[in-house]
């Protein structure tokens, strides 16, 4: 099976600031690759798949790249409503995978 | 819109049996691929099943293989998963979520609210 891990677990971080969440595949997935949003109490929301396209609707402040093994997922401005867990997703191969999360919270 | 909904949670005891819906609508039901992803209460996420748009290409979760099934009915615009030998481990928020193509190896876009399933004694 293909682990994904992700760095950093947890970051605290200020409106207004730029952040960076890494995740890396454990075997080369192309750019199978995806990023969901999750909110406590919530369902995941999907902001992008083929490791840097935006679903509909999701707002351009998200951005993701990367291929192979190594993703990003970059908020370029971080608004209150963005305090969230992100999880990456490889849809390469049978079984998916997601990476642990990273938990996003205020400084 | 794209509206999915799951039902068939409840409290069931270790080794019994479930059946999880997710009533599709918004959408061409056939078209697309369809799967399940569980949520332990404080867990991340985890991939439970998907399936392609005809049922010709289905995957599980190692964790799950053998003990559940999923399957849809696109006449009904419905997608099940069907967990047998169930156990505490299997307790988690069950989400359906929507393909973006007919393959079941292609990325989620929608997601419906969760069904609570506990498995306890």
């Known amino acids: 099976d293909i682990q994904m891990t992700q760095s950093p677990s947890s970051l605290s971080a200020s409106v207004g600031d730029r952040i960076t969440i890494t995740c890396r595949a454990s075997q080369d997935i192309s750019d199978y690759l995806a990023w969901f949003q999750q909110k406590p109490g919530k369902a995941p929301k999907s902001l992008i798949y083929a490791a840097s396209t935006l679903h509909s609707g999701v707002p351009s402040k998200f951005s993701g790249s990367g291929s192979g093994t190594d993703f990003t997922l970059t908020i370029s401005s971080l608004q209150p409503e963005d305090f969230a867990t992100y999880y990456c997703q490889q849809y390469d191969t049978y079984p998916l995978t997601f990476g642990p999360g990273t938990t996003v919270d205020v400084k | 819109d794209v509206h999915l909904v799951e039902s068939g949670g409840g409290l069931v005891q270790p080794g019994r049996s479930l059946r999880l819906s997710c009533e599709a609508s918004g959408f061409t039901f056939d078209d697309y691929a369809m799967h399940w992803v569980r949520q332990a209460p404080g867990k991340g996420l985890e991939w439970v099943s998907g399936?392609?748009?005809?049922?010709?290409?289905?995957g599980y979760a190692d964790s799950v293989k053998g003990r559940f099934s999923i399957s849809r009915d696109n006449a009904k615009n419905s997608l099940y998963l069907h967990m047998n030998s169930l156990r505490p481990e299997d307790t988690a928020f069950y989400f359906c979520a929507k393909g973006r193509k007919y393959h079941s190896l292609s990325p989620f876009d929608n997601w419906g609210q969760g069904t609570l399933v506990t498995v306890s004694p």
């Open positions: 399936i392609s748009w005809n049922s010709d290409r289905i």
